[in-house]
């Protein structure tokens, strides 16, 4: 199976503030990745898929980047809802995998 | 508006059997594939797999063979979770997500407790 594994585990973070997260694939999946957001208590939403494409609805602040095996996410102007558990997904090769996540806290 | 709303929360006993439902609204149903991801408690996430929703095909990830079983009712659009045997490692939530290699839309969560 393809790891995933995400830097760093968590983060504090504030209001306003730019962050960026990484994703490190253990081989090579092109741009089949994709990034989602987990609020507490919540389902996950698709933020960014094939590593830069942003879903329909999702703000502007968040973007992805990156090929090959390592690739992040940047959220701009953090606004209170952000504050949650980030995940990346490989689906370039069976069994899709996620990584640990990433949680911002405040 | 495109969801999918999930059946509600299940305590079950060692041994027993669930089965988690997964309705689809807003969209043709046949159109995506369903996948099922399950959440430990206080865990990421985990693929288990997904079902080919115009074949009703599944693909069974390692780990979620045996006694799990994905089956479909397209005139309900309806997408199903069987759990065989429950184990006390089997608590978490079970997630159904709508899609392909990217998962667009999720349902709110089954929380399925295993305890005798």
């Known amino acids: 199976d393809i790891g995933m594994t995400q830097s760093p585990s968590s983060l504090s973070t504030s209001v306003g503030d730019t962050v960026t997260m990484t994703c490190r694939a253990s081989q090579t999946i092109g741009n089949y990745i994709n990034w989602y957001r987990q609020r507490a208590g919540r389902a996950p939403e698709l933020l960014i898929y094939?590593?830069?494409g942003l879903h329909n609805g999702v703000p502007s602040r968040f973007s992805g980047s990156g090929s090959g095996t390592q690739f992040s996410l940047t959220i701009s102007s953090l606004q209170p809802e952000d504050f949650a558990t980030y995940y990346c997904?490989?689906?370039?090769?069976?069994?899709?995998?996620f990584g640990q996540g990433t949680r911002l806290d405040i | 508006q495109e969801q999918l709303v999930q059946s509600g929360s299940e305590l079950k006993k060692p041994g027993a059997s669930v089965k988690i439902s997964c309705t689809a609204s807003g969209y043709t149903f046949t159109t995506y594939a369903m996948n099922w991801v399950r959440q430990g408690p206080g865990q990421g996430l985990e693929w288990m797999g997904w079902i080919h929703t115009n074949t009703g095909n599944p693909t069974y990830a390692q780990g979620f063979t045996g006694r799990f079983v994905f089956s479909l009712d397209t005139s309900v659009q309806t997408a199903f979770l069987q759990i065989n045997g429950l184990k006390a490692e089997d608590t978490g939530v079970y997630f159904c997500a709508r899609g392909g290699r990217v998962k667009e839309v999720w349902g709110q969560g089954t929380l399925v407790t295993v305890s005798s």
């Open positions: 094939t590593a830069t």
């Open positions: 997904e490989q689906s370039h090769t069976y069994p899709w995998t």
